[in-house]
């Protein structure tokens, strides 16, 4: 079974701007970039201002929004690795939203850091430079456990854990939670799970007996949307759109998420 879960925290009283939310899943398939991209599209259309920063080297999120990566000179790699290079320097304006994006050149980010110190904390000190200038900022990590997705969670407030209702849905979770602890204990005590959403549901057996699972484990920390499977949701990244611009009749779950989550952060900050 997985790992114990994340103590509450206990968070500042004045809302931060912006709230920043990792979206992690030790496990590949889970619909984090999809998660991000429409999720952020939401909120933008709620009428908040939103960065989505890629950390994958495989640039998914960043082709999602129509940004051709044969063709970037400069993304995320260069923020981690040059003391100079800031968000805005690499941030492209894409479909409503900000985009800070990935580059293959990311795999080696690891070893290039090696003998940085505070190399845990790079993305939290760049992004305190853009204190009031964005409501959200969403973070797409890659589904492995390194330093990269340290830095995401070093700097966010909260966690969105999207898991598939499909079989061996719960794997990599139990190193995510280990991982959340490990990182309240050491580098961000405020860290949160904001909720767990459950991705690609339908009418079958096995999507209800995983989506009974995951409840019966987290609770009421699972949102009450879901994300249904829709071939729509797939086919938008590929013309470089949210789904809510590609085929906005299918955007509904999408819609109810954001919602959700402006309520779960409220309430963390009446």
Not at 71 to 93: D, N
Not at 151 to 168: G, K, R
Not at 248 to 262: F, G, H, Q, T
């Amino acid at each position: 079974m997985p790992a114990a879960r994340p103590k509450p925290s206990h968070f500042e009283v004045v809302r931060p701007r912006p709230i920043i939310i990792s979206v992690a899943q030790n496990k590949g398939g889970t619909a984090k970039t999809t998660t991000t991209l429409n999720l952020g599209a939401a909120l933008a259309a709620r009428g908040k201002r939103v960065l989505l920063i890629d950390m994958d080297p495989q640039g998914n999120l960043t082709s999602g929004t129509g940004i051709d990566l044969a063709s970037l000179t400069s993304s995320m790699y260069q923020v981690f690795t040059e003391r100079s290079v800031g968000l805005t320097e690499i941030a492209q304006e894409r479909i409503g939203l900000t985009v800070a994006p990935a580059h293959i050149s990311m795999v080696t980010l690891e070893m290039d850091l090696v003998n940085r110190n505070g190399r845990e904390w790079i993305l939290k000190r760049k992004l305190e430079s853009l204190e009031g200038k964005y409501d959200y900022v969403l973070i797409d990590c890659p589904p492995s456990l390194g330093l990269t997705v340290t830095n995401a969670l070093a700097a966010s407030h909260y966690v969105l854990v999207p898991i598939q209702t499909q079989a061996y849905a719960l794997y990599g979770v139990p190193q995510l939670m280990e991982m959340m602890n490990v990182i309240r204990e050491d580098l961000n005590p405020n860290l949160s799970i904001l909720g767990v959403l459950l991705t690609f549901t339908n009418r079958t057996r096995l999507s209800r007996e995983v989506e009974e699972e995951v409840k019966n484990y987290f609770k009421d920390e699972v949102f009450p949307a879901s994300i249904r499977q829709n071939i729509k949701i797939a086919e938008a990244p590929l013309s470089g759109q949210s789904i809510l611009t590609y085929a906005p009749e299918a955007a509904e779950d999408y819609i109810r998420l954001a919602e959700e989550v402006e309520k779960r952060v409220n309430a963390k900050f009446k």
